[in-house]
Structures are given as structure tokens and as C-alpha cells.
């Protein structure tokens, strides 16, 4: 069974002016987020600045987000790092917390080889009891988990169930979902979500989800409820806001997106820096035409 189906936000941290984080405010998006529909909560993703949170910041935000959430709906923790014993470390810690899922990344900057991606995902899964979401996001991690391994991973591994496919490549992921039907898929990218659906997938690991819950719910709702034409409406009437999420690099568009409706989510921690002023503009005027402001 899946950890969850439909939309799962890839939600922010929000950070005060000193840098430091501000669980306040983390817990108002929580409640925002499961009040419009969200399916499930993946923190300290990408777009939660994992990278850059310390291992304290980073287990303190799993833990925070687990409570909060007190089991309304599932929440997968963020656990991946280019070190496996850190990200073993890590998923450890968060299974203490009570998550439902973890959500592991390829190695960065090592540029692992295809038997190295299978041992470590299968080091970091075997230390834990807890379903395990692959991560694949080789834009921004030099390597890609090409379908026979992450295949190979998902038959040999009984707690690796899914993965976040972020490729960009639907040629890739429908070979994966002919390899491995039984893997749960999920989007990485927001203007691909219908397109994977299609394919089986479960839905989305969503940006948009930030700054549109109750529209990205819906995409996946729709389709799930076999209204595909109207999933595949929503999907094309968010395009133009998904483009805008991404003229930069995640989060720098969605962190200005949330101040821009007053959320006031804090600034970005370096070497990530504040959004150019044209494409806040780019962005503001993709919000406006969707309602947003």
C-alpha cells in the first residue's frame, strides 16, 4: 500500500531574519497545508533547504513537523545525504520521531555508479523499518537511478516502495513503471504530473503545493476519480505558475512566491540568495493569473 496518494507538499522551512529557523510560522503552513486538502507533508526536501539546515536544525524541523501533524496525514522525512552513514544517521533518527516514510536522495557530488546507488539505498533502507521513497534528481545531483536499478532496489528491498522522479524524462519513467509495476511513482515536477498519473503514478512531491494546495490536490483528485480531462485541465491552467516556480532555482521562486501572498517565510540561507527583481515580477503576474493575489 502507498504511503500516501494524490499531493504531497515538498514544503518549505521558514527561517526569522537572524536565520535561524522559525517553527512558529512552520506550524501555521502545516495547518494551511492540511486544512487545503494536502495528502501528505515531505519536510526537509530540497525545497525545505536540507542542505543547508545543520544535522540538529534538520532532526529538530523532522520532529517538529511529526508532532504537529499528530498523524492527521502521513509526513515522510527528508533523510538523504551523499555520505551514507550520515543519511542512515539520519533516517534513524527521524523513525524515532514517528514518521511515516522517508524520502532518500541519490549521493550528490560522488556521482555514484549504478551498484553504488543499489548499496547505499539498500544500506539505508535495511537500518530502518520504515517505507523508503527513492529520490531521483539528477539535474541537481550529477546521477540519475536508471530504471533497472531502481527496479532491481525496489524487488530486492522489501521497505523501498517508491521513488520521486524528478528526471524530467518520461521516456525513463515509463520504462521504470514497465520494469516495476508494483513501485509506487511519484512526480518530482509539477508540469508533469498528469503525464506520470497516466503511466500509473500516485501523484505528486509538490513546489506548488506551497502556494496552491487545494489546485495541486485537485490535479491528482481528479485524476484519481478517473475525471482525467478535468486533472488534465487544472494541470495546464497551473503551467504558467509552475514555469514562473522555476526560473530560478528551487526554493528562490517559491520562498518569494509565499512572501508575495504575506506568508513572510523568511529569506533563503547562502549560497541561495533573494530572486531578481524581473523574474519576481515574472512570478507575481503567473500568481495574479491564477488568483493567487
Same mark, same amino acid.
Given at each position: 500500500?502507498?504511503?500516501?496518494?494524490?499531493?504531497?507538499?515538498?514544503?518549505?522551512?521558514?527561517?526569522?531574519?537572524?536565520?535561524?529557523?522559525?517553527?512558529?510560522?512552520?506550524?501555521?503552513?502545516?495547518?494551511?497545508?492540511?486544512?487545503?486538502?494536502?495528502?501528505?507533508?515531505?519536510?526537509?526536501?530540497?525545497?525545505?533547504?536540507?542542505?543547508?539546515?545543520?544535522?540538529?536544525?534538520?532532526?529538530?524541523?523532522?520532529?517538529?513537523?511529526?508532532?504537529?501533524?499528530?498523524?492527521?496525514?502521513?509526513?515522510?522525512?527528508?533523510?538523504?545525504?551523499?555520505?551514507?552513514?550520515?543519511?542512515?544517521?539520519?533516517?534513524?533518527?527521524?523513525?524515532?520521531?514517528?514518521?511515516?516514510?522517508?524520502?532518500?536522495?541519490?549521493?550528490?557530488?560522488?556521482?555514484?555508479?549504478?551498484?553504488?546507488?543499489?548499496?547505499?539505498?539498500?544500506?539505508?533502507?535495511?537500518?530502518?523499518?520504515?517505507?523508503?521513497?527513492?529520490?531521483?534528481?539528477?539535474?541537481?545531483?550529477?546521477?540519475?537511478?536508471?530504471?533497472?536499478?531502481?527496479?532491481?532496489?525496489? $524487488?530486492?528491498?522489501?521497505?523501498?516502495?517508491? +521513488?520521486?522522479?524528478? &528526471? #524530467? /524524462?518520461?521516456? @525513463? *519513467?515509463? $520504462?521504470?513503471?514497465?520494469?516495476?509495476?508494483? +513501485?509506487?511513482?511519484? &512526480? #518530482? /515536477?509539477?508540469? @508533469? *504530473?498528469?503525464?506520470?498519473?497516466?503511466?500509473?503514478?500516485?501523484?505528486?512531491?509538490?513546489?506548488?503545493?506551497?502556494?496552491?494546495?487545494?489546485?495541486?490536490?485537485?490535479?491528482?483528485?481528479?485524476?484519481?476519480?478517473?475525471?482525467?480531462?478535468?486533472?488534465?485541465?487544472?494541470?495546464?491552467?497551473?503551467?504558467?505558475?509552475?514555469?514562473?516556480?522555476?526560473?530560478?532555482?528551487?526554493?528562490?521562486?517559491?520562498?518569494?512566491?509565499?512572501?508575495?501572498?504575506?506568508?513572510?517565510?523568511?529569506?533563503?540561507?547562502?549560497?541561495?540568495?533573494?530572486?531578481?527583481?524581473?523574474?519576481?515580477?515574472?512570478?507575481?503576474?503567473?500568481?495574479?493569473?491564477?488568483?493567487?493575489?
Amino acid at each position: 500500500m502507498a504511503i500516501f496518494e494524490g499531493a504531497g507538499v515538498a514544503i518549505v522551512t521558514p527561517f526569522h531574519e537572524d536565520g535561524s529557523v522559525n517553527f512558529e510560522k512552520f506550524g501555521e503552513l502545516l495547518e494551511e497545508q492540511i486544512a487545503n486538502g494536502t495528502d501528505a507533508i515531505i519536510v526537509c526536501g530540497t525545497t525545505g533547504e536540507s542542505s543547508t539546515l545543520t544535522h540538529e536544525e534538520h532532526l529538530e524541523v523532522i520532529k517538529y513537523c511529526a508532532q504537529k501533524v499528530n498523524g492527521r496525514i502521513p509526513v515522510v522525512a527528508g533523510t538523504g545525504s551523499n555520505c551514507t552513514q550520515t543519511a542512515v544517521y539520519l533516517s534513524q533518527e527521524a523513525e524515532k520521531y514517528g514518521v511515516d516514510g522517508l524520502l532518500v536522495v541519490t549521493p550528490y557530488y560522488n556521482k555514484a555508479t549504478q551498484k553504488g546507488l543499489f548499496e547505499h539505498f539498500k544500506q539505508v533502507a535495511d537500518s530502518v523499518k520504515l517505507p523508503v521513497i527513492l529520490y531521483n534528481v539528477p539535474s541537481r545531483t550529477g546521477c540519475n537511478i536508471m530504471p533497472q536499478t531502481a527496479a532491481k532496489l525496489c $524487488k530486492e528491498v522489501s521497505n523501498i516502495v517508491g +521513488i520521486k522522479e524528478a &528526471s #524530467g /524524462n518520461i521516456s @525513463q *519513467i515509463a $520504462k521504470l513503471a514497465a520494469l516495476s509495476p508494483e +513501485i509506487d511513482i511519484y &512526480s #518530482g /515536477n509539477d508540469d @508533469q *504530473i498528469v503525464p506520470i498519473m497516466s503511466l500509473g503514478g500516485k501523484g505528486v512531491i509538490s513546489v506548488l503545493s506551497n502556494v496552491a494546495p487545494g489546485q495541486t490536490h485537485d490535479i491528482c483528485a481528479k485524476f484519481l476519480a478517473g475525471d482525467v480531462e478535468g486533472s488534465r485541465k487544472e494541470q495546464l491552467r497551473v503551467l504558467e505558475l509552475c514555469e514562473a516556480l522555476f526560473c530560478e532555482v528551487n526554493p528562490i521562486p517559491v520562498k518569494a512566491a509565499l512572501n508575495l501572498m504575506g506568508k513572510n517565510v523568511g529569506s533563503l540561507r547562502r549560497p541561495l540568495c533573494d530572486m531578481e527583481e524581473a523574474n519576481v515580477e515574472r512570478l507575481r503576474a503567473a500568481m495574479e493569473n491564477c488568483g493567487l493575489l
